[in-house]
């Protein structure tokens, strides 16, 4: 499975955007899907998990202004931001992990990366 991230940019504090993840297979049997970000020189962070079933967590500094879901008809992964502060600018990375029973392997997927800045 390749992930395609998009929908990074400029935008001022404040402001909004919405990053894509594109699968080109079916999402629907990822155990979890997520987005983390990465400033140059430090940690690649986790921002955002979504179940299987819909379920939600958040980094505390998101809570309240990001929104994760994930679109099983278009096999996509959505990050909506919201009230963006500079301190959000990094690059994003979407995830998928899928665990498989049968053979208790581990599988986790990248995709490239899409770099958001805030900045007036």
């Known amino acids: 499975v390749q992930l395609q991230a998009s929908g990074g940019g400029l935008v001022q504090p404040g402001g909004s955007l919405r990053l894509s993840c594109a699968a080109s297979g079916n999402i629907f049997g990822f155990d979890r899907m997520g987005w983390y970000r990465q400033v140059l020189g430090k940690q690649r962070e986790l921002v955002a998990t979504v179940g299987y079933g819909g379920s939600a967590n958040y980094t505390d500094s998101v809570k309240g202004r990001f929104a994760i879901s994930r679109d099983y008809t278009k096999n996509t992964m959505y990050l909506h931001m919201n009230g963006l502060k500079p301190e959000d600018t990094a690059v994003y990375y979407c995830?998928?992990?899928?665990?498989?029973?049968?053979?208790?392997?581990?599988?986790?997927?990248w995709g490239q990366g899409t770099q958001v800045t805030v900045s007036s």
């Open positions: 995830n998928a992990y899928l665990f498989e029973v049968a053979t208790g392997r581990e599988y986790n997927y």
